[in-house]
T-cell receptor, first 116, second 112 residues
Framework: GAVVSQHPSWVICKSGTSVKIECRSL??????MFWYRQFPKQSLMLMAT?????????EQGVEKDKFLINHASLTLSTLTVTSAHPEDSSFYIC????????????FGPGTRLTVL | QKEVEQNSGPLSVPEGAIASLNCTYS??????FFWYRQYSGKSPELIMS????GDKEDGRFTAQLNKASQYVSLLIRDSQPSDSATYLC????????????FGQGTTLQVKP
């Protein structure tokens, strides 16, 4: 399968600071990437769809000014959590759509964010 | 509201048995179906994709799709304790957005 990396794997920050998470497709070009959030014992929640060269599409209820997404190249998308608060603490996971396999998404290893 | 539904479980099977995981979906025009495995604290890992009615086998895994009845299932033969995980069913949203809808997941416990 295709390989997607994410960095950092975990981060601890103080309330009010911003955190940037990177998602890279390592062996294919991904025109579309997705950002999910998962709270303990819950399923994946899609936050936004990131398309290379255009603005991200956010799901209902997700604040686009708080969760900034940039997809500047075919292999890199970034999620910046701005002015983080303890309630933003969660497991953030990106996925990349493999254009060689219909609708198939490959997930990165995830980033565990803890906001103090 | 387009939905994907799974029994949350836990589904408990003895080692060596067949585990059967089921998923139903509401959108009749969905064309792509996926099973992901997620270990606790980890991200989902793709196990199988299936696009046509019938069975698709890959090693100990068999995915079954019935579009008329709107269900997709995953069979795991010769279950091993290492198969203990949450299994997520995912279905595409029509319209070439690439978006998938995920079920809540079924927790499988394989007991030695």
């Amino acid at each position: 399968g295709a390989v997607v990396s994410q960095h950092p794997s975990w981060v601890i920050c103080k309330s009010g600071t911003s955190v940037k998470i990177e998602c890279r497709s390592l062996d294919f070009q991904a025109t579309t990437m997705f950002w999910y959030r998962q709270f303990p014992k819950q399923s994946l929640m899609l936050m936004a769809t990131s398309n290379e060269g255009s603005k991200a599409t956010y799901e209902q209820g997700v604040e686009k000014d708080k969760f900034l997404i940039n997809h500047a190249s075919l292999t890199l998308s970034t999620l910046t959590v701005t002015s983080a608060h303890p309630e933003d603490s969660s497991f953030y996971i990106c996925s990349a759509r493999d254009p060689r396999a219909t609708d198939t998404q490959y997930f990165g290893p995830g980033t565990r964010l803890t906001v103090l | 509201q387009k939905e994907v539904e799974q029994n949350s479980g836990p589904l408990s099977v003895p080692e060596g048995a067949i585990a059967s995981l089921n998923c139903t979906y509401s959108d009749r025009v969905s064309q792509s179906f996926f099973w992901y495995r997620q270990y606790s604290g980890k991200s989902p890992e793709l196990i199988m994709s299936i696009y046509s009615n019938g069975d698709k086998e890959d090693g100990r895994f068999t995915a079954q799709l019935n579009k008329a009845s709107q269900y997709v299932s995953l069979l795991i033969r010769d279950s091993q304790p290492s198969d203990s995980a949450t299994y997520l069913c995912a279905v595409n949203i029509a319209g070439n957005t690439g978006k998938l809808i995920f079920g809540q997941g079924t927790t499988l416990q394989v007991k030695p």
